[in-house]
Every structure is written in structure tokens, then in C-alpha cells.
């Protein structure tokens, strides 16, 4: 397959905002629109994007964890925030939240076990599409 | 450990094997003892909810600590406890099972992570409270299964999985539609809370459509007749460990929702679908137990199997009375050990001769007689023969059904034990009594074969006591299986237990 210089360009340009946008979108997704499973997909998409201009093995370099790692370590931060709140709180998923705190351009900050959770859900999707995408690419090779 | 704890832990314990699996997947040695462990554990903490179920009823906790209606509740009655059991039991035996496969590079890393999955997603719907978290439910075991089906990358296994996961993806949309329709309507997905509300017979008037959509969806899980054929299609393509574990639990959850639904939430539409659901019963025996005796391999003749048993669990919970309720119940139990193994010896012979086809087989039981013994138990226990356990099941079914005078039914039932019968004889005769056909020899025995199936007769030889062990002594489960019939045609101690159940401590 040609490489296109083009998309190559792009894609490394893209990468870095694609990523940023995502995590904007994770944290607003606390109370409106967005959250950890399209923050998951948009950060995905910077890599896929990334893997279909340089080929996955550049993508791969760049993400430096093997995307199954992710999806192991999204679960693992899931299931711990709902375990949380089963030790602490007595229900399984119990919402466990730490002192509201003021931090410059962010506002408010109010951080929980829910918001762990959405983390998990984050690094999970993230892990998966990464995983599927780069299987078929390389399949196809 | 709290109550709550307890029933929380069912949940806890197969997620955090498969994530712990699915971290351990560079050392095969580590991720199968972790697999097997984690699977020994549910057994566990499912044998603690079952002992504490029984002794002092219907357990319920609040997820996230939300009171019911608004949040999600999990709850255990016997019935459910004694599902969660059986399928950790069937979890623990597969588990070991697939050592052989795992061993031998035939299935992956990726088996063991995906396997407790589908146990997290069998036993969630086990012990959901929640109409829409039941569809979650299913969505995770579907999820899991689809990849089960299809680890070994064969084309019958694709071919297999397209049929199973188009079919099952219908039956997905028509439950989300029916649940969506009943949240409409009344404002709540908690089964309590749906069956307190059904009470009034205005708020029942509107709901036949949401209750076709459901019975369509259950069924289609179930294995109904019509909606059935995708199992058959399906269930002989992949590993023997996968199907062993999809036909021994994944459609009597089907069973188990169809139970849930009649008894506790759509209690009150009962009356109107009790002859459809009999003459569905009776349709489903007679077309698995034909199906079963037009094949001619192994597990394509016990998927058909299924197909014709889970017509019996079905017209016990059609005839609604205390007696066949608790024979539905046996027969799950019954059903759950003596299917799964089935398959466990089909495999052992396919691994034995390298097929399943009956016309290649033969002389099994000159060259391994031990095997003949195994197949024997499970395969007569099925067909009805006492004292095994299926007898037992069979009789209670049948015994109600002419309590009832649903004759007709009851006739097609007692039919279909004999013909059942047949195709089991069909497999002794073909496989273990003819002569190994001259021109299909079975492949030499590699030096140290008997050790490598250690862990393919040992699940195998402790199902087979343990269908012994449930016909002889069937008194004391009969008489739990009779509890849990009392406990489900009275929901109001199981309305009150997840309507009271509070949030746990703050």
C-alpha cells in the first residue's frame, strides 16, 4: 500500500488534539453529554488514524501499551470503583465522593467513584476499538 | 459477610476472573490456575447464597445503594440461588475441561477471560431484579458468546455464529422493545414493582403486546418451537468446551426469564397465553426429539436434544401448579448436569477417533469400556430410565400434567421419552457396540494419552455420580424443588424483600 504523505501529516497533527478532545469530552461527560465510552472511541480514533497513514506499527510505537493491556486495565479500574463502594459504602457501585475542590480554569472539581468508573469504561473502549482496528489492518497486509 | 455481600460477591467473583485473567495472559500456566481457581471460588460463595436462601428466604440488595423502584436490585430467591449454584457447578467442571484444549494450542488466551464472562452474565440474570438489567444481562453473555463460538476460526464455526448471532440480535431487539413498552406504560423496570402494579387489572389491560414481545424473546433464548433452529445450527461447530457450557446454561436462562416472567411480573397475564405456552411446550418436544433422530453426529443430535427437553421444563411451568412448577425446577437442575456432560463425552470421543460421526465410529465400547459406562449414566438418565435423575423429573412433569387433565400433552410427552430413548440407543449402538468400520481406523494413541485425559474424564466421571446421586437420592432435592415452587407461585414475600431491601449503611 502507497503511503500517502498527506494523511500521514495530518494524522500525526491530529493525533495530539484528537486525544486532548477526548479527555475534554470524558470530563464533561460527568453531568452533561459525553463521557468515557465516546471519549474512549475519540481518543481511538487519533490512533486508527495515525495507523492508517504510518501503517500499525507506528501507531502501536505511539501508544507504547498493547491495547489489550488497556482493555485489561479499564476493567480493572471498573470493577475496583465499584468494589469501593461495596467496602466502604456496603452497596456494590456505591457513589463515593472526595471534598469539592477549586482548580483554576476547571472550576469545581468533584471527583468520586463514578467518575473512577468512567475511567475504567474510558481505557476499556479505547483498548477495544484500538485492538479490532489494528487486527483487521494487519490481517489485510 | 453482610447479605448484601454475599449476593454481590456472585457478581464480584467471575468479573474479577476474567480481568485478572486477561491481565495473567502471557503465562498460560498462571492464567489457568487462576482460571480454575476463580471458578472454584464462585462454587463457593454460590453453595453460602444457596444454604443462607434456604434458611431464611429471598435475599435483596440495592446496587449503587438506589432504594427499589429507582435503582437496580439483586436479588435471590431459591430458584435463583439454586441456578447460580448449578451453573458455578457447570463453570467449575468446564473450566477444568478445557485445560486439555487450552493445553493442546486448540483455543487461546482469550478462552478463559471470555468463559467467566458468560458466568457473569449467566448468573447477573440469574439474580437481576431489573427487566432492563436482565437484557444487559444477556447482552454480556451474547457478547462473550459470539467470540466463544467462533475461537478456532473455522468456516462451519463462522457459518455457525452468523446464524446464532443474527437471531439472537432479533430477539435482543424484540425484548428491548417489550421492556420499552412496559416502561411506557408504567413507569418502572423493576419486576417487583411491575408485578405490584399489574395487580390493578386497568394497568394490566394494555400490555398483550409487550407480553408477545418478551414470550418471543425468552423463546428465541429458550429454544422454542418455532424459533429454535438456530441452535441446532450452531452448537456442534465449536470447541467441545464452549458448547459443553453454552448447552448445559445459555438456554435455560431463556427458561429461567420465562419462569421469572410468569410467575412474578407478567403473573397476571398468565391466564391469556397458558394454552399457547402448553401447545409450544408440546410442539418443541416433538420437533427437537424428530430433529434428534434424523442426525447421525454426536452433537448435532444432542443440540436437538435440548431443543426437545426444554419442551418438558416449559410445560411444567404451563400447567402452574405447585407440582409441576417444582418438577420444571428439577428437571432444570437435572437437565443442566446431564446435558452438559453429554457433550463432555461426545468430546472425549471426538478426541479419542478425531470425529463425531456416528457412520465412522464404532467399537467404543471394546476399546474403552470405561467411556461406554460414562456415556450410559447420562445418556439413559435423559431418556427416563430409573433410577436416574431423569426419571424422577420426567415422572413429576407427567404426573402433574394428569393431575391437571391436560391429556392430550401429557400423551406427547410420554411419546417423546421414548423416542428420546431411541436416539440414545442409536448413539450406543452406533458408536460403542458396531465394529469399528474397516475403512475408518482410528488414529494411533500417542505415547502418554491416558494422563492427557485426566482432565477430560474427571469433570465427566464426578456429573456421572452426581446424576446418580440426584436419582437415588432425589427425596430431599424434590422436596427443595417443591420450596422454590411454593416461593414462586407466592411472590409476595419476594415483592416485599426487594421492595424493603435498603441501600446498606451509608
Same mark, same amino acid.
Given at each position: 500500500?502507497?503511503r500517502?504523505?498527506?494523511?500521514?501529516?495530518?494524522a500525526?497533527m491530529?493525533l495530539?488534539?484528537?486525544?486532548?478532545?477526548?479527555?475534554?469530552t470524558?470530563?464533561?461527560g460527568?453531568?452533561?453529554p459525553?463521557g468515557?465510552f465516546?471519549?474512549?472511541?475519540?481518543a481511538?480514533?487519533?490512533?486508527?488514524?495515525?495507523?492508517?497513514?504510518?501503517?500499525?506499527?507506528?501507531?502501536r510505537r505511539?501508544?507504547?501499551?498493547?491495547p489489550?493491556s488497556l482493555?485489561a486495565?479499564?476493567l480493572?479500574v471498573?470493577?475496583?470503583?465499584g468494589?469501593l463502594?461495596?467496602?466502604a459504602?456496603?452497596?456494590?457501585?456505591r457513589g463515593?465522593w472526595?471534598?469539592?475542590i477549586?482548580i483554576?480554569?476547571?472550576?469545581?472539581?468533584?471527583?468520586g467513584?463514578p467518575?473512577?468508573?468512567?475511567?475504567?469504561?474510558?481505557?476499556?473502549?479505547?483498548g477495544?476499538?484500538?485492538q479490532v482496528l489494528?487486527?483487521?489492518?494487519?490481517?489485510?497486509a | 459477610?453482610?447479605?448484601?455481600?454475599?449476593l454481590f460477591?456472585?457478581l464480584i467473583?467471575?468479573a474479577?476472573?476474567a480481568?485478572v485473567?486477561?491481565i495473567?495472559?502471557?503465562?498460560?500456566?498462571v492464567?489457568h490456575s487462576?482460571g480454575v481457581?476463580?471458578?472454584?471460588?464462585a462454587l463457593?460463595?454460590?453453595? #453460602?447464597?444457596l444454604?443462607?436462601?434456604d434458611?431464611?428466604?429471598?435475599?435483596? #440488595?440495592q446496587?449503587?445503594g438506589?432504594?427499589?423502584?429507582?435503582?437496580?436490585t !439483586?436479588?435471590?430467591?431459591r430458584?435463583?440461588?439454586?441456578?447460580?449454584l448449578i451453573s @458455578?457447578?457447570?463453570g467449575l467442571a468446564?473450566?477444568?475441561?478445557?485445560l486439555?484444549?487450552?493445553?493442546?494450542?486448540?483455543?487461546?488466551w482469550?478462552?478463559f477471560?471470555?468463559?467467566?464472562?458468560?458466568?457473569?452474565g449467566?448468573?447477573g440474570?440469574?439474580?437481576?431484579?431489573?427487566?432492563?438489567n436482565?437484557?444487559?444481562w444477556f447482552?454480556?453473555?451474547?457478547?462473550?458468546s459470539?467470540?466463544?463460538?467462533t475461537?478456532?476460526?473455522r468456516a462451519s464455526?463462522?457459518?455457525?455464529?452468523?446464524?446464532?448471532v443474527?437471531?439472537? !440480535?432479533?430477539?435482543s431487539a424484540?425484548?428491548?422493545?417489550?421492556?420499552?413498552?412496559i416502561?411506557?406504560?408504567?413507569?418502572?423496570?423493576?419486576?417487583?414493582?411491575i408485578?405490584?402494579k399489574l395487580q390493578?387489572p386497568?394497568?394490566?389491560a394494555?400490555?398483550?403486546?409487550s407480553?408477545?414481545?418478551?414470550? @418471543?424473546?425468552?423463546g428465541?433464548?429458550a429454544?422454542?418451537?418455532?424459533l429454535?433452529f438456530?441452535?441446532? #445450527?450452531?452448537?456442534?461447530?465449536?470447541?467441545v468446551?464452549?458448547?459443553?457450557?453454552?448447552a448445559?446454561?445459555?438456554?435455560k436462562?431463556?427458561?429461567?426469564?420465562?419462569?421469572?416472567a410468569?410467575t412474578?411480573f407478567?403473573?397476571?397475564?398468565f391466564?391469556?397465553?397458558?394454552?399457547?405456552?402448553l401447545?409450544?411446550?408440546?410442539?418443541t418436544m416433538?420437533?427437537g426429539?424428530?430433529g434428534?433422530?434424523?442426525?447421525?453426529?454426536i452433537?448435532?443430535i444432542?443440540?436437538?436434544?435440548i431443543?426437545?427437553?426444554i419442551?418438558?421444563m416449559v410445560?411444567?411451568l404451563?400447567?402452574?401448579?405447585?407440582l409441576?412448577?417444582?418438577?420444571?425446577?428439577?428437571?432444570?437442575?437435572h437437565?443442566?448436569?446431564?446435558k452438559?456432560?453429554?457433550?463432555?463425552?461426545g468430546?472425549?470421543?471426538e478426541?479419542?477417533?478425531?470425529?463425531?460421526?456416528?457412520?465412522k465410529l464404532?467399537?467404543?465400547?471394546?476399546?474403552?469400556p470405561w467411556?461406554? #459406562?460414562l456415556?450410559?449414566i447420562p445418556?439413559?438418565s435423559l431418556?427416563?430410565?430409573p433410577?436416574?435423575?431423569?426419571f424422577?423429573?420426567?415422572?413429576?412433569?407427567i404426573?402433574a400434567?394428569?393431575e391437571?387433565?391436560?391429556?392430550?400433552?401429557?400423551?406427547?410427552?410420554?411419546?417423546?421419552?421414548v423416542?428420546t430413548?431411541?436416539?440414545m440407543?442409536?448413539i450406543?449402538a452406533e458408536?460403542f457396540?458396531k465394529?469399528?468400520?474397516?475403512d475408518?481406523?482410528p488414529p494411533p494413541?500417542?505415547?502418554?494419552?491416558?494422563?492427557?485425559?485426566i482432565?477430560?474424564?474427571?469433570p465427566?466421571?464426578?456429573?456421572?455420580?452426581?446424576t !446418580?446421586?440426584?436419582?437415588?437420592a432425589?427425596g430431599?432435592?424434590f422436596?427443595?424443588?417443591m420450596?422454590a415452587?411454593?416461593?414462586?407461585?407466592?411472590p409476595?414475600?419476594?415483592?416485599? @424483600?426487594?421492595?424493603?431491601?435498603?441501600?446498606? @449503611?451509608?
Amino acid at each position: 500500500m502507497s503511503r500517502s504523505f498527506i494523511l500521514s501529516r495530518t494524522a500525526r497533527m491530529l493525533l495530539p488534539v484528537l486525544v486532548v478532545l477526548s479527555l475534554v469530552t470524558f470530563y464533561r461527560g460527568h453531568h452533561l453529554p459525553g463521557g468515557g465510552f465516546i471519549g474512549g472511541l475519540l481518543a481511538a480514533s487519533g490512533f486508527a488514524l495515525v495507523a492508517l497513514g504510518d501503517g500499525t506499527a507506528a501507531a502501536r510505537r505511539l501508544l507504547r501499551i498493547k491495547p489489550v493491556s488497556l482493555m485489561a486495565g479499564g476493567l480493572s479500574v471498573a470493577l475496583g470503583s465499584g468494589i469501593l463502594g461495596l467496602v466502604a459504602g456496603g452497596a456494590l457501585f456505591r457513589g463515593l465522593w472526595l471534598p469539592e475542590i477549586h482548580i483554576p480554569v476547571l472550576g469545581v472539581v468533584h471527583l468520586g467513584t463514578p467518575m473512577l468508573f468512567d475511567a475504567g469504561v474510558y481505557l476499556t473502549v479505547a483498548g477495544f476499538a484500538l485492538q479490532v482496528l489494528f487486527s483487521l489492518q494487519e490481517a489485510d497486509a | 459477610m453482610s447479605d448484601a455481600g454475599l449476593l454481590f460477591l456472585q457478581l464480584i467473583v467471575p468479573a474479577a476472573t476474567a480481568t485478572v485473567c486477561m491481565i495473567a495472559r502471557g503465562s498460560a500456566r498462571v492464567q489457568h490456575s487462576i482460571g480454575v481457581m476463580g471458578a472454584a471460588v464462585a462454587l463457593a460463595a454460590a453453595a #453460602a447464597l444457596l444454604l443462607r436462601v434456604d434458611s431464611v428466604g429471598v435475599l435483596a #440488595a440495592q446496587a449503587g445503594g438506589w432504594a427499589a423502584p429507582f435503582g437496580i436490585t !439483586i436479588v435471590a430467591d431459591r430458584l435463583a440461588a439454586g441456578m447460580v449454584l448449578i451453573s @458455578a457447578l457447570v463453570g467449575l467442571a468446564v473450566a477444568v475441561y478445557s485445560l486439555r484444549d487450552l493445553r493442546d494450542g486448540a483455543l487461546h488466551w482469550e478462552f478463559f477471560p471470555l468463559f467467566h464472562l458468560l458466568l457473569l452474565g449467566v448468573q447477573g440474570s440469574f439474580l437481576t431484579g431489573d427487566l432492563f438489567n436482565l437484557y444487559v444481562w444477556f447482552e454480556v453473555m451474547l457478547v462473550a458468546s459470539f467470540v466463544l463460538l467462533t475461537l478456532g476460526n473455522r468456516a462451519s464455526q463462522l457459518e455457525g455464529a452468523l446464524k446464532y448471532v443474527m437471531l439472537n !440480535i432479533v430477539a435482543s431487539a424484540l425484548f428491548l422493545v417489550g421492556a420499552g413498552l412496559i416502561y411506557g406504560k408504567l413507569g418502572t423496570l423493576n419486576m417487583a414493582d411491575i408485578a405490584v402494579k399489574l395487580q390493578d387489572p386497568q394497568e394490566a389491560a394494555l400490555l398483550h403486546t409487550s407480553g408477545v414481545l418478551l414470550l @418471543a424473546a425468552f423463546g428465541l433464548k429458550a429454544g422454542l418451537f418455532p424459533l429454535f433452529f438456530w441452535l441446532p #445450527a450452531s452448537y456442534h461447530t465449536p470447541r467441545v468446551a464452549v458448547s459443553a457450557v453454552f448447552a448445559g446454561l445459555l438456554t435455560k436462562v431463556g427458561v429461567y426469564a420465562l419462569m421469572r416472567a410468569y410467575t412474578l411480573f407478567f403473573a397476571a397475564k398468565f391466564a391469556d397465553l397458558q394454552a399457547l405456552l402448553l401447545w409450544v411446550a408440546a410442539a418443541t418436544m416433538v420437533t427437537g426429539v424428530l430433529g434428534a433422530a434424523a442426525h447421525f453426529e454426536i452433537r448435532r443430535i444432542l443440540s436437538f436434544h435440548i431443543v426437545s427437553q426444554i419442551g418438558y421444563m416449559v410445560l411444567g411451568l404451563a400447567l402452574m401448579t405447585p407440582l409441576a412448577l417444582a418438577g420444571a425446577i428439577f428437571y432444570l437442575g437435572h437437565h443442566i448436569i446431564v446435558k452438559t456432560n453429554l457433550f463432555f463425552v461426545g468430546g472425549i470421543v471426538e478426541h479419542l477417533r478425531g470425529t463425531g460421526e456416528l457412520s465412522k465410529l464404532g467399537g467404543l465400547y471394546k476399546h474403552a469400556p470405561w467411556l461406554a #459406562a460414562l456415556f450410559f449414566i447420562p445418556a439413559f438418565s435423559l431418556g427416563g430410565i430409573p433410577p436416574l435423575s431423569g426419571f424422577w423429573a420426567k415422572l413429576a412433569v407427567i404426573k402433574a400434567g394428569l393431575e391437571a387433565q391436560a391429556w392430550a400433552v401429557t400423551s406427547i410427552a410420554l411419546l417423546v421419552g421414548v423416542l428420546t430413548l431411541f436416539s440414545m440407543t442409536k448413539i450406543w449402538a452406533e458408536a460403542f457396540w458396531k465394529r469399528q468400520p474397516d475403512d475408518h481406523k482410528p488414529p494411533p494413541r500417542p505415547v502418554g494419552a491416558r494422563r492427557k485425559l485426566i482432565p477430560l474424564v474427571l469433570p465427566s466421571a464426578v456429573f456421572a455420580s452426581l446424576t !446418580i446421586v440426584i436419582g437415588l437420592a432425589g427425596g430431599p432435592l424434590f422436596a427443595f424443588a417443591m420450596r422454590a415452587s411454593a416461593q414462586l407461585l407466592d411472590p409476595q414475600g419476594y415483592i416485599e @424483600a426487594v421492595l424493603r431491601a435498603g441501600g446498606g @449503611a451509608p
